[in-house]
């Protein structure tokens, strides 16, 4: 979790991409995208605190600090997290180590922002194994994803079952994402997922 302070402005985002680049001194890279937050403020205050999270990591924290913006909400406001040397908040729970870093050179690359950053300082948090992008992918959001499923499975027969009993007495088959999410808009008032349309679309699949 990338964290960083511009005067009273706080926030944090989540990036996967953070190397060492030089020895003596110490040095990182990392490339964050320019359309988040947290780039801006980096950009303004040429400091930041990179919590390197750990196999603990829970697919909510990642959803916290990765999938909402901190334009829109503030990502800190009901967390207690330790600060360091520059009053950046950092991750207390769930990562495995912290690292200070101040920006010494950046790069606009399009998409992202690679910044080049001298290590001012770092500690270890606990023992545990940092959290790989691999990881993540393969277990912690594979996790999220099949307890979406099992959910679902009830509500998808639920419609179904609705769909058989009240238009005209006909038996419909769902065919396509657009008849589910129609079906889905109407019966389960849920609109706009686009991972929930695909899950009901799956289990369809299966059943035919």
């Known amino acids: 979790m990338l964290s960083?302070?511009?005067v009273e402005k706080v926030n944090g985002c989540i990036t996967n991409t953070c190397m060492q680049v030089a020895n003596d001194p110490v040095r990182i890279a990392i490339s964050v995208l320019n359309s988040n937050y947290t780039c801006d403020l980096i950009k303004e205050s040429g400091i930041f605190a990179l919590s390197l999270l750990d196999v603990e990591c829970s697919f909510e924290t990642i959803k916290h600090f990765g999938f909402q913006s901190g334009r829109d909400v503030?990502?800190?406001?009901?967390?207690?997290?330790?600060?360091?040397?520059?009053?950046?908040p950092?991750?207390?729970y769930q990562a495995c180590a912290v690292i200070s870093g101040k920006v010494l050179e950046q790069q606009d690359?399009?998409?992202h922002t690679l910044f080049i950053a001298e290590v001012t300082d770092a500690k270890l948090l606990n023992e545990n194994a940092p959290l790989t992008y691999a990881d993540y992918q393969n277990r912690v959001k594979r996790k999220r994803y099949l307890r979406i499923?099992?959910?679902?499975?009830?509500?998808?027969r639920s419609v179904i079952m609705y769909m058989k009993a009240v238009n005209f007495r006909q038996i419909i088959s769902v065919q396509s994402a657009d008849m589910m999410s129609a079906i889905l808009?109407?019966?389960?008032k849920i609109s706009g997922n686009d991972s929930l349309i695909l899950l009901c679309s799956e289990w369809m699949q299966g059943q035919e």
């Open 74 to 88: 503030d990502k800190m406001k009901d967390l207690t997290l330790p600060v360091d040397q520059n009053n950046i």
């Open 4 to 6: 960083t302070r511009s």
């Open 149 to 156: 499923r099992r959910s679902l499975d009830g509500d998808v």
């Open 109 to 111: 690359l399009g998409t």
């Open 185 to 188: 808009n109407r019966f389960l």
């Open 90 to 92: 950092y991750m207390g």
